[in-house]
T-cell receptor, first 113, second 109 residues
Framework: KAGVTQTPRYLIKTRGQQVTLSCSPI?????VSWYQQTPGQGLQFLFE???????NKGNFPGRFSGRQFSNSRSEMNVSTLELGDSALYLC????????????FGQGTRLTVV | SQQGEEDPQALSIQEGENATMNCSYK?????LQWYRQNSGRGLVHLIL?????REKHSGRLRVTLDTSKKSSSLLITASRAADTASYFC?????????FGQGTRLTINP
């Protein structure tokens, strides 16, 4: 069974640009969540999608957005990049029902210069 | 703000010793999960314990949960060099996970 796949693994962008990150969940999983990890703030929840609908959103500015496709693949977009957006972005896949574990991808390391 | 708080923030022990990490949280939970992260990579799920469970085992891992104290502990027995990693607890109320800051565990040969 293939795991969660995130692409690209590494990305360098310039301040002001936008970026799109991709996540392919485990086959059969309908819930995809996104997290940002930085040394200062730790792991922070961005948003969660289930069956193409955003079910939950963290406390991030509107520059951070996402979507989920009918095949459960998800993308997140960050517009007008700031230096502080440099982070490891992690995607997690779940079946979507309560009390089920989340399986994480290897992450996308975004560096904003 | 973080829901879970791990203690200690860093732990260094000799190979073969047991390692215990603690997690405290603030609000009611449906379950609590422990994850491991090796140096800037993705998180690996270790154990999920439900709010009506008190103890759970998986190989060399033992997790306890005390909902009255809002705390959990992770015990790794007979530690190995490969256990060197950061360990996070996460609570799963609603459809998102809220992580603590993690415990950095170093196993010395």
């Amino acid at each position: 069974k293939a795991g969660v796949t995130q692409t690209p693994r590494y990305l360098i962008k310039t301040r002001g640009q936008q970026v799109t990150l991709s996540c392919s969940p485990i086959s059969g999983h309908r819930s995809v969540s996104w997290y940002q990890q930085t040394p200062g703030q730790g792991l922070q929840f961005l948003f969660e999608y289930f069956s193409e609908t955003q079910r939950n959103k963290g406390n991030f500015p509107g520059r951070f957005s996402g979507r989920q496709f009918s095949n459960s693949r998800s993308e997140m977009n960050v517009s007008t990049l700031e230096l502080g957006d440099s982070a490891l972005y992690l995607c997690a896949s779940r079946l979507g029902t309560a009390n089920t574990e989340a399986f994480f991808g290897q992450g996308t390391r975004l560096t904003v210069v | 703000s973080q829901q879970g708080e791990e203690d200690p923030q860093a732990l260094s022990i000799q190979e073969g010793e047991n390692a215990t990490m603690n997690c405290s949280y603030k609000t009611s939970i449906n379950n609590l999960q422990w994850y491991r992260q090796n140096s800037g990579r993705g998180l690996v799920h270790l154990i999920l314990i439900r709010s009506n469970e008190r103890e759970k085992h998986s190989g060399r891992l033992r997790v306890t949960l005390d909902t009255s104290k809002k705390s959990s502990s992770l015990l790794i027995t007979a530690s190995r060099a490969a256990d060197t990693a950061s360990y996070f607890c996460a609570t799963g109320l609603v459809q998102k996970l809220v992580f603590g800051q993690g415990t950095r565990l170093t196993i010395n040969p």
